[in-house]
């Protein structure tokens, strides 16, 4: 009997070439997946499907993880208020890990005997996917023909044609990877350090030049609501965000980083509701937590966010951080108003019973009510101490 690999295929030039070769070469039956975290359209699912039966697969399906994908990946980056190198909320490394474990489990669901991916030997992708399959797998081989060959495209499209399948790879400008939590786009300008990408690039062009109100409703640090309208469904509240920031232009950004295999890395983006949605909830957050509670918060957000990046998901202390952010969030309730506007938007106010603020204390620079001016005066003097020791130790040492 023929030995089994489930290949993860999204039914670009590489996945095409890996189909095709794994079944012509090296003799397996290939079963194709696509696991659609939110960037996949039903239409676009059925020719990714197409596709795979015209290039031998065995058997080809669709893994529908988005709503997985929401409430173990994007629940807490909003929590956390994920933004890699406070710039990018880390749309494409977070999918891939829950891309590259929904392929694993089908693979052992059918009894593959390996599992391939078509990443090349570059890029973050080949990380996540290989310590992803091996940690949840081990006696599963992984198959990795892209990078282990060091193929160009031209031989890619050649053998393809050889084997009798053609299609139109002509080469693309740029690489766009969509999802739920933002869509990246690479190639040209992203390759040089000097420059930036064009306003024909980005995939969301400007359709809305009036100013426009957007409010969001959190409660418990989630999305509740959109313009008054109640969501139970996140996902839906998600892309209905989406739908109305996209068309400012807004959430465009150049995302310079370290990639995991060291080197550096640069990737434009286009995340409008993320970027709206973090944002407007740190915003919250700022008035119904406490000094220590946001300063904690931020620490173990940054290392989820990189944890997340570089494809440690499943080190046990991601459920640890996800238990301080979950308990973090227990305040974090109420309406943020966000003025949209041309590829730019303004955070207006919050409106929160637990807003802190609101405490019946004082108001910021006018009026104190809950110490006298003797209580300051005693305040000041006593938290002035430690300074005072340190420079009068300076000056009796003649410095």
């Not at 039914?11 to 012509?24: N, R, V």
């Not at 499209?157 to 139109?168: C, P």
Request: hydrophobic content about 35%; charged content about 25%.
């Amino acid at each position: 009997m023929k030995k089994k690999v489930v290949l993860a295929f999204s039914g670009g030039l590489d996945t095409s070439f890996c189909a095709k070769y794994l079944s012509e070469e090296k003799g397996y039956e290939v079963y194709t997946a696509i696991a659609n975290t939110g960037g996949f359209s039903p239409d676009e699912l059925k020719i990714v499907e197409e596709k795979a039966y015209k290039l031998g697969a065995v058997k080809h399906v669709a893994l529908d993880v988005t709503q997985e994908y929401y409430e173990k990946s994007i629940k807490y980056m909003v929590f956390g208020n994920v933004l890699r190198n406070g710039t990018y909320p880390i749309s494409v490394s977070s999918e891939r890990i829950f891309q590259a474990i929904a392929i694993i489990n089908y693979a052992k669901e059918i009894g593959a005997d390996a599992v391939a991916h078509g990443s090349t030997g570059a890029g973050n992708d080949q990380v996540r996917f290989d310590l992803t399959f091996d940690v949840l797998a081990p006696e599963i081989e992984i198959i990795t023909p892209t990078r282990d060959m060091i193929l160009t495209r031209e031989y890619e499209i050649d053998y393809l044609k050889r084997h009798g399948y053609e299609a139109d790879f002509t080469k693309m400008e740029y690489s766009i990877n969509k999802g739920l939590w933002g869509t990246s786009i690479g190639g040209k300008e992203t390759l040089k350090s000097n420059q930036t990408l064009p306003e024909e690039a980005y995939p969301s062009q400007l359709t809305k030049k009036e100013s426009e109100i957007l409010t969001i409703d959190f409660e418990q640090g989630e999305i509740a609501g959109v313009n008054g309208k109640k969501y139970t469904n996140k996902i839906e509240a998600i892309n209905k965000i989406e739908e109305i920031t996209s068309a400012f232009a807004i959430g465009r950004d150049m995302h310079i980083g370290d990639t995991i295999i060291g080197i550096k890395g640069r990737v434009g983006f286009e995340a409008a509701a993320p970027l709206v949605i973090i944002n407007a909830h740190k915003m919250l957050e700022k008035h119904t937590l406490t000094k220590w509670q946001q300063y904690w918060k931020e620490q173990l957000g940054n290392w989820y966010g990189m944890f997340l990046h570089e494809a440690q998901y499943l080190e046990p202390v991601m459920r640890d951080i996800e238990a301080f952010l979950i308990s973090s969030q227990e305040n974090v309730t109420g309406t943020v108003t966000i003025k949209l506007m041309p590829y730019h938007y303004v955070l207006v106010g919050v409106d929160s019973d637990f807003d802190l603020m609101k405490a019946e204390f004082g108001e910021y620079g006018e009026i104190n009510k809950a110490w006298s001016a003797d209580d300051a005066k005693g305040f000041t003097k006593i938290y002035s101490i430690p300074t005072k020791v340190f420079h009068s130790v300076q000056k009796k040492n003649g410095k």
